[in-house]
């Protein structure tokens, strides 16, 4: 099993009523997708998240196939309007 | 250095780490925050970590493009009301072309990149989170 902690930002932070949320995935070849799916079953208002949303992991951009490890920081990014 | 910032940003204070005897170009971008839609100000939120790491990130990518280059950057968190600058990007080089390019690059590269997130407040009270593809949605619970 991995676990991996959850932020949510802005409007994704409204949205799911909450900042952050650690997910646990199973397996050693899980995705950011896995995780994902795993945080719209157990994280309340995470359903209303978009399908593809930008994620970081460890502070980079990556895309929806990137492997997860254990203790992995995954960050779900609104669109982003810096600037 | 604190590149992000709650307070007012200085551009004297940009300039003074960009600007050398041998740099004779420098260009200053900013952004402020405009009137409209009876918007009174913008509210900025971030994740401070990543944005922090991207930040350094482009900077050090601009000054390999542009090697005499020196590029800084500020970037404002919380409110900023309408007319103040919410960010600031100073670029000083030997000649103005590679001070232009580099500025550009930085602040093409933010507008791409940068964890930060705007909510603009209206007069009624009510609040606005901004998706720069040109949609808008309502800020609060769903």
Known sequence: MAQVTVRFFARYAELTGCETADVLVSG????????????????PGARNLPARPLAALNLRQVKLDARVSDGDELALLPPLSGG | MTRLTRSAISVEALLGE??????????V????VRSGDDVTGIEYSAYDDMALAEINRMLAEAEERWPDAR???RHRLGLVPVGE????????????EAAFAACRYVIEEVK????????ELHADGSGTWVDPSGKQ?????Q
């Open chain 1, 28 to 43: 050693n070849s899980a995705t950011v997708q896995d995780v994902l799916e795993r945080v719209r079953e157990t994280v």
């Open chain 2, 18 to 27: 960009v600007q050398g005897p041998e740099r004779g170009g420098t260009c």
């Open chain 2, 29 to 32: 971008f900013l952004g402020t």
């Open chain 2, 71 to 73: 590029v800084t950057l």
């Open chain 2, 85 to 96: 600058a919410s960010i600031a990007i100073a670029a000083a080089a030997p000649h103005r």
């Open chain 2, 112 to 119: 791409k990149r940068l964890p930060i997130w705007k909510k």
């Open chain 2, 137 to 141: 949605v309502a800020g609060g619970l």
